[in-house]
């Protein structure tokens, strides 16, 4: 029996009536979608339904066409509120010259000025951030010479360096072996201790398990509890 005094989970972000797409294409129609906070949402569908879009449309990278989008901060709307994102794999060029830490590290560049540098509170927390993704060893090294998934524990923390209130993971366990995939999923678990997490895959079973509440989006968006207690 729940408690009359339970605490009503705030939103943090609230999408009515979106509307979206790109090269005069429209692929989301009248998506409507709040997000709460500590939420763990998966967001499955077919390729080409929208789900990419979706999530560019929350991050402020795509415009929606019609309808409109609002962010929270402990109940009342704000401008914006701060977000991780974990791209897909195959956008990163790992023959970018930067070092694991080099790539943690920018995750808190909207922590600093242009004309600022990092402060040793910015490189401590990289350390830290370092040791939680498992990357002890590595964190001086190119990160074109990383594995799949050491590649992605590094934009993993880059995501979470600046301790946002939600982070976005587009397709997450894309080239990954399954022994770090088990892995990847803990750190979320940990992770969603802090802050909400919407997470975008193809694999249904996986987002089944690891997601509190389940999107599905093939242009317009159905949107249904998780049946998996």
Do not use: W
Not at 64 to 90: C, H, R, W
Not at 180 to 202: D, G, K, M, P, Q
């Amino acid at each position: 029996m729940k408690s009359n005094h339970a605490i009503e989970p705030q939103p943090l972000i609230s999408l009515t009536g979106i509307s979206a797409g790109y090269d005069k294409k429209q692929v989301l129609h009248d998506v409507n979608l709040t997000v709460y906070e500590r939420d763990f949402l998966g967001i499955i569908g077919p390729n080409g339904g929208g789900k990419t879009t979706l999530i560019k449309v929350v991050l402020g990278l795509i415009a929606a066409s019609a309808g409109k989008i609002t962010y929270y901060k402990e109940g009342k709307a704000v401008d914006k509120i701060t977000m991780g994102y974990l791209p897909q794999y195959n956008t990163i060029d790992k023959k970018f010259p930067i070092s694991v830490e080099e790539v943690i590290l920018s995750g808190l560049s909207s922590c600093k000025t242009v004309t600022s540098r990092f402060t040793h509170a910015h490189k401590e927390k990289v350390r830290q951030v370092v040791a939680r993704m498992g990357l002890e060893g590595v964190e001086k090294s190119p990160i074109g010479q990383l594995s799949g998934g050491q590649i992605q524990r590094a934009l993993l923390g880059r995501a979470i360096i600046s301790n946002p209130q939600v982070v976005i993971l587009d397709e997450p366990s894309t080239y990954i072996d399954k022994q770090f995939e088990a892995r990847l999923y803990e750190l979320l678990t940990e992770i969603n201790r802090e802050c909400a997490i919407i997470l975008v895959s193809h694999d249904i079973g996986t987002v089944q398990q690891n997601a509190k509440f389940i999107a599905c989006v093939n242009e317009t968006l159905d949107y249904r509890t998780n049946t998996v207690e």
